[in-house]
């Protein structure tokens, strides 16, 4: 069974940093793409990033891009997200979610979604 | 970016109807796009891709059509199980954008 538990989420100041995970399990994680998605309260999905099964690739949403890293730890079956000067429309939902291919030249969609952890920008 | 956009925003419906959702993107983007459905505090799951393909798994009421600019979510007898937020997403290029969701409310 696919399972993505993501962690790492909580209440932080703006300009802050924080670090998001996602630990994968019930499939061979360096064999798929990843992404992280996120929602605002109340509001609809957001594509943020995503990463190739190899970790060679990466890609952003414009609003993010220069203060959010994707990365993946294949021998851990782990996904991560580095946020940095973070800003009050940051706070959302955030979810990982898994792509049926490898590649990431094109978007993709998405077969299996975690939970989500919630991020609260706010002094 | 290509803005995908949902009609209606939402509506009422009743157990039994046939309902469809439709979706339009700015530009045209073949078949690469997705459906999915998101109940309240959960997280989204995929039901169609590539336009008109089931996921596993899912019930054969919900079907997709479909290509270029202008595509359809349909669910031929609505159950009660059904009542969610729907969700169009483009994978022709990035960002992947999705539409602002369809919410289907009970009547």
């Known amino acids: 069974e696919v399972q993505l538990v993501e962690s790492g989420g909580g209440l932080v100041q703006p300009g802050g940093s924080l670090r998001l995970s996602c630990a994968a399990s019930?499939?061979?994680?360096?064999?798929?793409?990843m992404s992280w998605v996120r929602q605002a309260p109340g509001k609809g999905l957001e594509w943020v990033s995503a990463i190739s099964g190899s970790g060679g690739s990466t890609y952003y949403a414009d609003s993010v891009k220069g203060r959010f890293t994707i990365s993946r730890d294949n021998s851990k079956n782990t996904l991560y997200l580095q946020m940095n000067s973070l800003r009050a429309e940051d706070t959302a939902v955030y979810y990982c979610?898994?792509?049926?291919?490898?590649?990431?030249?094109?978007?993709?969609?998405?077969?299996?979604w975690g939970q989500g952890t919630l991020v609260t920008v706010s002094s | 970016a290509i803005r995908m956009t949902q009609s209606p925003s939402s509506f009422s419906a009743s157990t039994g109807d046939r309902v469809t959702i439709t979706c339009r993107a700015s530009q045209g983007i073949s078949s690469y796009l997705a459906w999915y459905q998101q109940k309240p505090g959960k997280a989204p799951k995929l039901l169609i891709y590539?336009?008109?393909t089931l996921q596993s798994g899912v019930p054969s009421r919900f079907s997709g059509s479909g290509s270029g600019t202008d595509f359809t979510l349909t669910i031929s007898c609505l159950q009660s199980e059904d009542f969610a937020t729907y969700y169009c997403q483009q994978y022709y290029s990035y960002p992947g954008t999705f539409g602002q969701g369809t919410k289907v409310e009970i009547k």
């Open positions: 979610a898994k792509s049926p291919e490898a590649m990431v030249t094109l978007p993709g969609f998405f077969d299996y």
């Open positions: 019930g499939f061979t994680f360096s064999s798929y793409a």
């Open positions: 590539a336009a008109s």
